[in-house]
């Protein structure tokens, strides 16, 4: 346009100009996407489309691939895939979000001048996730099992192998004490002959609730989906404890997201999401920051792009997950990290950020040395836990 930026460049310009046509762009060694930016917020043109289709030698993308939505991750109708994408200051959640992470190839973050005091002007609300944005809970020579909480697991009689996931992973991230709640006698039995420091106990929810260091609680894993998980969700709620909610009770929430107001930290994969508040639709992260506002809680919407929000309108994208994590038992694993962290005193939104990030760290170690596309027991995850949270400590 004239008078714009692009036109005084052009005007400068002293080399050849070739004509944008999909025949230059077929025979050209290397195509630099520069047509526009993040703020894209409409498909690509018809004649636009056709020369970028026609690259057939490396894409390298400035800022965005065209076609990109910098702001969701989402395509606008077409965008071709970069070897590499250089973008500036910041990343944009489109680079981290997919599909958009997939279509930017490698992502260089460019220093173009900008002074970090922008980020005080502009006081950003949304992060990548990772051990820079949260401080892992530390032991003294004055702490103590109680000082390091105490986390409480329903367990549910046809599934118990969920709650006891969950409960070692709590163990595993430093939790005080980690006791699991038999439904009844057999479970209680069976439960008993797994790891010797976890605790189980047949006491009704009333008569646990009456010791105020159990003040933590991990409600849904391997629970059924029924009217009484939800009361008991209810229950503890209203005795005011800080609650984890995880796959039977978000069930038992279908539609329902007023019941797990007051939750401290929510974790549905995308059908326990769509339950209770609906599809997320295209804009993950917007619909992330909405259910965790309605629900008054931190919500982890999980996926290989899981986004974390709070209720405060503050959000964090977690991209460390490998593919193997999506696998029976993985989630209650996350869920465990979180009740874990949270029991020890760190903030639900730390909490959370934290046990994702540490869940994926955590699958990262335990492939190593394993072909691409291997499997992954969630149970393997327990051997690497302590040594992605050495590694997210301060050196």
Do not use: Y
Not at 77 to 98: I, M, S, Y
Not at 106 to 121: F, H, K, Q, S, Y
Not at 189 to 195: A, C, I, K
Not at 378 to 394: G, M, N, Q
């Amino acid at each position: 346009r004239p008078g714009s930026d692009a036109a005084r460049a052009a005007a400068r310009w002293r080399g050849p100009m070739l004509p944008f046509a999909a025949q230059e762009v077929e025979r050209a060694a290397l195509v630099v996407d520069a047509l526009f930016g993040a703020g894209l917020d409409r498909p690509l043109e018809a004649p636009v489309e056709r020369v970028l289709r026609a690259a057939r030698a490396p894409l390298v993308a400035v800022d965005v691939p065209s076609g990109l939505d910098g702001a969701t991750g989402q395509i606008l109708g077409h965008a071709q895939k970069a070897a590499l994408t250089v973008t500036f200051f910041r990343r944009k959640p489109g680079h981290l979000l997919l599909p958009g992470r997939d279509l930017c190839g490698e992502v260089v973050l460019a220093d173009i001048g900008l002074p970090a005091t922008v980020l005080e002007r502009i006081a950003p609300r949304l992060f990548h996730n990772g051990p820079g944005l949260w401080r892992l809970p530390l032991r003294g020579a004055e702490s103590h099992k109680f000082s390091h909480g105490h986390v409480t697991i329903p367990a549910g009689a046809a599934l118990p192998g969920a709650a006891r996931l969950a409960a070692g992973a709590a163990r595993r991230v430093g939790a005080g004490l980690v006791s699991l709640m038999a439904p009844d006698r057999p479970t209680a039995t069976l439960l008993r002959t797994g790891e010797p420091g976890l605790m189980v106990t047949e006491d009704s929810p009333a008569t646990l609730l009456a010791d105020s260091r159990r003040g933590t609680w991990l409600v849904g894993p391997g629970l059924p989906p029924r009217p009484e998980t939800l009361a008991l969700l209810r229950a503890l709620l209203r005795a005011g404890r800080a609650v984890v909610v995880d796959g039977g009770a978000l069930t038992a929430a279908e539609s329902q997201p007023v019941a797990l107001r007051g939750a401290a930290i929510l974790t549905p994969h995308a059908g326990e999401f769509a339950r209770v508040f609906g599809p997320p639709g295209p804009d993950r992260l917007a619909a992330a920051r909405a259910a965790a506002a309605r629900a008054e809680a931190v919500t982890i919407l999980k996926g290989s792009d899981t986004i974390i929000a709070s209720p405060d309108g503050r959000a964090a994208i977690n991209d460390n997950a490998p593919p193997a994590l999506a696998a029976a038992g993985s989630g209650d694993v996350l869920a465990g990290l979180a009740a874990g962290l949270l029991a020890q005193g760190m903030p639900a939104f730390e909490a959370a950020c934290a046990a994702v990030w540490l869940h994926g760290d955590a699958a990262r170690r335990a492939l190593r040395g394993r072909p691409a596309g291997a499997p992954l027991l969630p149970e393997a995850l327990f051997e690497e836990i302590a040594l992605s949270l050495a590694s997210a400590l301060p050196s």
